[in-house]
């Protein structure tokens, strides 16, 4: 009874727009003290939850997504695309993929995506005579790469709490993102077949040649990142410093760094990595009430009674999952449920490393759909247009993103194909 008046209390302050941190983090503490729990202990639970040097590359990777926005690396790339792409009919729909694959080496957020690459390609789309629809449903679908495509903040949080390499759950994530990426792709051209007014322009070399000497740079960053982690040079947080090094030189080199821009990429960080810190907290002291009420194992005997198939398991998560990210901020989720399904997922000997994957790739889909959908806010803001015309425009090409987490669910090779040849 408890239990069930404290998840009530936390659905009901997170449905009257309370923040999610504080919505978990308020009834926790009443809970935990109300059933001889300190007060103290709670905190330093809550404390110790966040005390983790893996999480410290939260806030570097934050901070390179954010400075890449600042210091127009999204432009570069951009342009970069466009001058390859000028000869494909329909190009801006491919650039559109091409520069958010791009931007997902360095950002790691589709937040940070979405606001910094949709003011670019919508209003391009737009203006060469793309439908509204088409466009920000496009760029929305296209930002969810980005945490996936390592450097990915989701995947950081949950090696963090399923103890897992990160750098093996980087090397996962490739490959499902590919697939999302010729996913969108594949819509893109049966899309554009049938219009024909949507022409090429002839390709420009010299255009071509400037604009891969000006995206070289930004283009080092997956280098430094991915593979000082799978060559063993760095570990994920030293990366995450090394990368935010290396964009600070691109700022001085390219002449654009400021300390204006320094000071707002900071407290912007700052802002992001705070939200994201209370909810890590928060969790931690609701894992704390779920493992003393021994929720793990009744979930665990429930499942095991249900099914013994691992696909079926599997495909229930995947329900599962889609439904909490509709409601529920993806880290409070991967926080709450990893340390109750991930044991499960193990005993139906499901590797931890293709269950993360899946369950991110799930919980992005969430940032597409109604009523929380941050994506479909910020495209909202950024177009300024309402929430609801955004969400139409989305939802086509949900059907490729769904078809590949699909694929990953059923094929686990997909996922672990690159840890395995990585030696991880």
């Known amino acids: 009874m408890e239990l069930a008046v404290l998840a009530i209390s936390i659905v009901v302050l997170l449905a ?38 893996p999480l410290l590359a939260v806030p570097l990777f934050i901070f390179v997504g954010v400075l890449a926005n600042k210091l127009g690396i999204a432009d570069r790339l951009f342009e970069f695309c466009l001058a390859g792409l000028s000869r494909v009919r329909g190009n801006l729909a491919y650039v559109n993929v091409g520069t958010a694959v791009g931007f997902s080496w360095m950002s790691g957020s589709a937040l940070a995506d979405v606001a910094g690459l949709g003011k670019i390609q ?25 945490p996936i495509m390592p450097p990915s903040i989701p995947a950081v949080i949950f090696a963090a709490v399923a103890t897992v390499s990160t750098g093996a759950l980087f090397a996962a994530s490739v490959i499902p993102a590919i697939l999302m990426a010729v996913g969108l792709i594949v819509y893109i051209v049966i899309w554009t077949a049938r219009r024909p007014e949507f022409t090429s322009v002839p390709f ?19 280098l430094i990142i991915l593979g000082g982690i799978l ?27 400021r300390f204006n821009l320094i000071w707002t990429a900071l407290k912007e ?9 209370l909810i890590l907290g928060a969790a931690a002291v609701l894992g704390l009430i779920l493992s003393r009420a021994r929720v793990s194992e009744s979930v ?29 901020d993806a880290t409070a989720i991967i926080l709450v449920t990893v340390p109750v399904l991930l044991p499960v997922a193990m005993e139906f000997g499901i590797d931890p490393i293709h269950f993360g994957v899946i369950m991110i790739m799930n919980l992005m889909l969430g940032l597409l759909t109604p009523p929380v959908g941050s994506v479909l806010y910020v495209t909202s803001s950024v177009t300024g247009k309402p929430v609801d015309v955004v969400f139409k425009g989305i939802m086509p090409f949900l059907i490729p993103l769904v078809l590949a987490l699909i694929l990953v669910t059923l094929f686990p090779d997909l996922v672990m194909f690159l840890p395995r040849a990585l030696g991880f």
């Open 16 to 53: 009257i727009r309370v923040p999610v941190g504080l919505a978990f983090l308020g009834p926790c503490l009443i809970y935990a003290t109300s059933t001889g729990l300190s007060s103290g202990y709670t905190l330093s639970t809550a404390f110790n939850g966040v005390n983790s040097f």
């Open 300 to 328: 665990a005997s429930l499942l095991t009674g249900m099914t013994d198939n691992p696909l079926l398991f599997l495909l229930m998560v995947n329900v599962l999952f889609i439904l909490l990210g509709m409601v529920i």
């Open 269 to 277: 960080t700052a802002v992001i990595t705070g939200g994201i810190m």
């Open 122 to 146: 919508i209003p391009a789309m737009i203006r060469a005579g793309y439908p509204y629809g088409f466009a920000s449903g496009l760029t929305a679908a296209s930002s969810l790469i980005a």
């Open 204 to 222: 420009d070399a010299r255009r071509f040649g400037k604009a891969t000497l000006n995206v070289l740079g930004p283009l080092g960053t997956p």
């Open 231 to 257: 060559f063993g040079l760095f570990t994920p947080t030293e990366a995450a410093a090394v990368a935010a090094l290396w964009m600070l030189i691109l700022g001085l080199f390219y002449r654009t760094l």
